[in-house]
Structure formats: C-alpha cells, structure tokens
C-alpha cells in the first residue's frame, strides 16, 4: 500500500470545522458542553474543531480498540481507557474521525447512554458512502467519502500518516 492522491485538502478541512463549530456553538449556548474526543483518530479532528467552538466546554477523552484485522472493523470494542468523569446529566458531544462500518459507535453509544447523560450527540469529520451500518444518528457531519482506505488527519494505516495536514487515499502499489 502506498499513500494516493489528496482527498480533502488541510484549507476544505478547517473551512467545514468552523461550520460545524458554528453549528455546535449556537446549538449548544448556554449549555454546559462536554466534548469527548475518541483516540487515537480523533486528536487532530478534536483540537481543531473544539478551537471554532465558542463556547466554554470541557474534554475528556476515551480510547477504544477494535479486535482483528488492521482495516477493517470486528464490531468487538475494547475500551483502553476509559472517561476520567462520570457523564450522568452532561451535555455529551463525541467526537470521531470516521464513521466506516459504524459498530465503534454503536458500541459506545449504548456503553455511554447508561450512564444517564442529559443529550449525546455525535460529531464526525468522515462518514464513509456505501457502507452498511446499523442506524446512527450523525448530528454534525462533515464530508461524505467513497468506501476507500484513507489516511491523514489523525487517521492511520498500520500506526502511520496521522500527521499528514490533508486526508489522502491509500492505494495498492503495482504497475496498475
Ligand atoms: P467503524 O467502527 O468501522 O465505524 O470504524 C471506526 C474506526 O475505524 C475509526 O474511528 C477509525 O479509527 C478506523 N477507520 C475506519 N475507516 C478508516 C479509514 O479509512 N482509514 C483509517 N482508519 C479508519
Ligand atoms: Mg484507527
């Protein structure tokens, strides 16, 4: 595999945050708003998008593993590292790289809803095209993109390319 061409460029990127920031500043005035970033992928999305949020939030972060293969999603969640503060009565933002199969959520969802948060919503840079999932509900979306493999932006393939400032496919390597 081999890094392709540029998907989104760093100047799309940070025009669709500051939308999306507006969006959840005037959703969320007067509310007491905690973003919850999902490591690793979404550090980059998280610091990013929380800088066009005017709004005085607080963060917390969760870390979760999925079993198997390195592209694809088993639909099996490991939390590594749990939430440092109980959410029971907090306005949960998640925040997310991509959505792909959309079982990493789905998990997290119903593992976060138990604790009796007062609203949760998502936010996702990515929401991949033509993949089934089961029903979730994105409130702040940023680009719909073809089912490839893309990397950059916080995203890897195989640990690397997180810190490309753009979003790029991978390709296979090979004279086609
Ligand atoms: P899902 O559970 O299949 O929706 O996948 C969620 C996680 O898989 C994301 O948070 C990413 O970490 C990873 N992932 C899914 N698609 C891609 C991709 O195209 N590139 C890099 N990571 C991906
Ligand atoms: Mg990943």
């Excluded at 792909?100 to 604790?115: F, M």
């Excluded at 409130?139 to 490309?164: C, M, Q, S, T």
């Amino acid at each position: 595999m081999k890094v392709g061409k540029v998907l989104i460029s760093d100047e799309e990127i940070d025009a669709k945050l500051a939308e999306m920031g507006r969006a959840i500043t005037e959703d969320y005035r007067g509310k007491d708003l905690l973003m919850v970033g999902i490591l690793k992928g979404a550090f980059i999305v998280m610091a990013d998008l929380a800088r066009h949020v005017d709004l005085p939030v607080e963060f917390d972060f969760m870390a979760v593993s999925s079993y198997g293969a390195a592209t694809k999603t088993s639909g099996v969640v490991r939390i590594l590292k749990d939430l440092d503060q109980e959410i029971a009565g907090r306005h949960v933002l998640i925040v997310e790289d991509i959505i792909d199969s959309g079982l990493t959520l789905h998990y997290l969802l119903r593992n976060l809803e138990v604790r009796q948060p007062e609203s949760i919503e998502i936010a996702a840079l990515l929401v991949k095209d033509g993949v089934e999932r089961p029903p979730l509900d994105v409130r702040y979306e940023g680009f719909h993109i073809p089912p490839e493999f893309v990397i950059g932006y916080g995203l890897d393939y195989a640990g690397k390319y997180r810190n490309l400032p753009h979003i790029a496919v991978m390709e296979e390597d090979g004279d086609g």
